[in-house]
Every structure is written in C-alpha cells, then in structure tokens.
C-alpha cells in the first residue's frame, strides 16, 4: 500500500498518495471531534480507522470515502467501535496466519486491545496489570513470527504475553 494518511484536531483526516505525493481525500468524523489517532488497512478490504478520545469511538471508512459504521446497526457499531478508555497506545495493524489484518493497540487502563479490521469488532482484550493496580500500557512489540508480544508498563516493568494472536 502506497498510502499514508495524517489525522488533526478538527475533526478530520486526509489521506495521501506515496509515490505521487498528493492528496487523495479527505475523511471527517461525523461530528467533527478532534481525531488523535489513524491507521491504514489492506486486507480484506482497504480502510482507514480513525479514533476520537471526545467520543471514544472508532471510525472507519473505506478507501471509496464509505462510512463504514453506517452499514452496520446503531447497537453494533456502539458495541463493537467503543472503547471504554480515552487514550490509546500505539495502535498497529498486524496480519494473522490467513493475512487477514486486525488492529492491537495498548490503553491507559492497562490493556491490550485486538480488533478485527475493518469493521472493529473486539477480538481479544488482554490485561496487563499486575497485583490489582491498573498500569497503562506505554509501548508493545510484536516478535516477527507473531509469536510474543512484549509490553512496556507504566509501573516500568516488561509483560511478556505468548501466542497473543492464537485464537483472534
């Protein structure tokens, strides 16, 4: 994929062509809250997720300009796009076994979220926390072989999490 795509507290999102270095589109929140975080998807259909800590909810849209949460029903999409934190953590998108790509991101509550793209829905919610003290998760790395999943805390220890991606 030859796109990157920026995000800005009004609300909006654009999305650029790589190798022509222009403007393909432009994406809105539909009540136009600041957006903090935005990420690209492949497969299995382009997309761009967009997320606002306002609202706490994710967007998505295809790379058409369709509003993907408005295919599905009201109840869905507040069930499947909602996140109950206001921060996420370096959200990344991952492919599975069958390249199928989902979307892990880290929270201020001490949790580590798999999504499933592109229409959100929560596969796996992992806790982080230790002793029944809620750390935020500050920074995740996925080994190449998707294997491990090692998490930075905030009380500064590393969680080591084994086949993170066995079941989603």
Known sequence: MQYFA???IDGSC????LSKLELMRCFRHPSLSPVVSVILSSQ???????FSPADRTWITFSIN??????????????????????QIVAP???QNAFFLERLIYGTE???IVIRELPFMAPLK?????TNNLIQPVLTFI????????LVGCGEGGLTVITEPFSSA
Do not use: H, W
Request: positive net charge; contains cysteine.
């Open 142 to 149: 996925v080994s190449k072989d998707r294997r491990f999943l």
């Open 44 to 50: 299995p259909l382009v997309c761009l997720a967009m």
């Open 92 to 94: 990344k998108v991952i």
């Open 125 to 129: 919610r992992i806790s982080i926390s």
């Open 6 to 8: 920026t995000s800005s």
């Open 109 to 111: 509550k001490g949790y």
């Open 65 to 86: 300009g369709q509003n993907l949460n408005e295919l599905e029903e009201p109840e869905t999409v507040r069930k499947n796009c909602s996140e109950e934190s206001s």
């Open 14 to 17: 654009n999305l650029y062509n």
